[in-house]
Nanobody, 122 residues
Framework: QVQLVESGGGLVQAGGSLRLSCAAS????????MGWYRQAPGKQRELVAS???????NYADSVKGRFTISRDNAKNTVYLQMNSLKPEDTAVYYC????????????????WGQGTQVTISS
């Protein structure tokens, strides 16, 4: 069974940094796009950043220049380095990944992590 497990959330002051990690485990053939989303109280879940298997990244305008997404394909892990954090970055952060399953015929399935809380104090 495929699982995505996030880590690295916490409470930091505005201007600080955090690094989130999300590791995929289980049996699968490969991982395609990976991404980070966030959901603040009372708001819809929104894309923060995504990265292709080749390393091409895409960012929400609100985090450009402050956040960096990266991945280690050998470790099946995606990272989100968050710098210059603001109170408005406070949210539950979720990772997701498009994973090619091992069943035949092969197909791609979207998986989500359980979420990690990020709280930025002013």
């Amino acid at each position: 069974q495929v699982q995505l497990v996030e880590s690295g959330g916490g409470l930091v002051q505005a201007g600080g940094s955090l690094r989130l990690s999300c590791a995929a485990s289980g049996s699968f053939r490969g991982i395609n796009d990976m991404g980070w989303y966030r959901q603040a109280p009372g708001k819809q879940r929104e894309l923060v950043a995504s990265i292709t298997s080749g390393g091409s990244a895409n960012y929400a305008d609100s985090v450009k220049g402050r956040f960096t997404i990266s991945r280690d394909n050998a470790k099946n892990t995606v990272y989100l380095q968050m710098n210059s954090l603001k109170p408005e970055d406070t949210a539950v952060y979720y990772c997701n990944a498009v994973i090619t399953v091992t069943t035949i015929p092969f197909y791609d399935r979207l998986y989500w992590g359980q979420g990690t809380q990020v709280t930025i104090s002013s």
